[in-house]
């Protein structure tokens, strides 16, 4: 079979899948992508899988006009079939867990230069706080300046916040960062951030699990923060409230064994409430420093799949 062909199977699986998807993994180490892809297509599968996923994935012909149109745009689909797929990093999500989304993606949708294997050798989650304050924000560009000039890449969810100003300070510092969306690469989500976003898929890598033109809903951020933290060596939350994504993906970089930072704040400040909480319960380490930070990945067992050594992180062959 073809490398189009497989292409095409792994962006119907994709896009059946919707997000994580532990019945259509389990199909696909059962049989094959392409088996897994016909079957699904036909909506004739030998094992027990969702209706919704069978009826998004029943189409070959809108998988081939998602492709065309991602290829316009200059992105790609990166599959497990592919070099740039971080497999050690992904890894981690198979280690029996019995939670039903701490599973890998089937695919990702990009946009953006970068190889992800590559990027994703040295990288950092710095997240936090939409409604920020100065003080977060300060901490976040501090920090994460810190690492980038030291050659860390920055992952981040581009959301209004915390998110901005570590995606704004990599890119000023001249570091690669990776904005992991809860909806399509072709959509700017939040609004606001569409120049940012434009400036990322530039020089860095825009990255989704979600298909083209998929809009972003609730469950949907929950399932992009355990990509967040899937990609990461660690993840700092510099500002958080005590109900918000942020403590969520700490709770994902907890099950994948990843080191989990949070920055304290003025006791005041409901901003910090979150990672106050966290470092007293000890979900997360307590990081006053860069220091701090780098001292817990140097003590982590997590694998580094292309550490950045002077090497390229072009995409190999190409965008696509």
């Not at 946009?111 to 294997?117: D, V």
């Not at 989650?125 to 300060?138: E, F, P």
């Not at 990599?170 to 690469?185: F, H, K, N, R, Y």
């Not at 809903?217 to 409230?241: C, D, K, Y």
Request: aromatic share 4%; proline share 6%; with cysteine.
């Amino acid at each position: 079979m073809s490398a189009d062909t497989r292409r095409r199977a792994w962006a119907l699986l994709s896009r059946a899948a919707w997000g994580p998807c532990r019945p259509l993994l389990r199909l696909i180490a059962e049989v094959s992508v392409e088996q897994a892809a016909a079957a699904v297509a036909a909506g004739d599968v030998p094992i027990a899988i969702d209706r919704r996923v069978l009826e998004r994935g029943s189409s070959f012909d809108a998988t081939a006009r998602d492709l065309e149109r991602l290829d316009r745009l200059g992105g790609r689909l990166i599959t497990p079939d592919d070099d740039e797929w971080p497999t050690d990093l992904l890894r981690a999500f198979d280690t029996g867990c019995d939670d039903a989304e701490f599973v890998a993606p089937v695919a990702l949708w990009a946009r953006g230069p970068l190889s992800l294997r590559a990027a994703t050798g040295q990288a950092m989650a710095v997240i936090g706080a939409r409604a920020s304050t100065y003080y977060g924000d300060r901490v976040t560009r501090e920090l994460t300046t810190e690492l980038a000039v030291r050659g860390w890449t920055i992952v981040s969810g581009a959301a209004f916040g915390i998110d901005g100003i570590a995606h704004r300070a990599a890119l000023a510092a001249g570091s690669a960062t990776i904005a992991v969306l809860a909806c399509g690469v072709d959509l700017a989500y939040p609004l606001g951030h569409a120049r940012l976003l434009a400036q990322i898929a530039e020089s860095g890598l825009v990255l989704s699990e979600y298909p083209l033109a998929a809009t972003p809903h609730p469950q949907q951020f929950l399932a992009r923060n355990r990509l967040t933290a899937g990609l990461s060596a660690a993840v700092i939350a510099t500002e958080a409230g005590l109900r918000s994504g942020t403590t969520n993906t700490v709770r994902w970089a907890n099950q994948l064994q990843r080191p989990a930072l949070a920055v304290p704040g003025p006791v005041t400040s409901a901003a910090s409430a979150g990672c106050h909480r966290m470092i007293a319960d000890g979900r997360a380490r307590l990081a006053t420093c860069v220091e701090d930070v780098l001292d817990a990945v140097a003590l982590s067992p997590t694998p580094s799949p292309g550490a950045r050594n002077g090497g390229p992180l072009a995409a190999e062959g190409g965008v696509r």
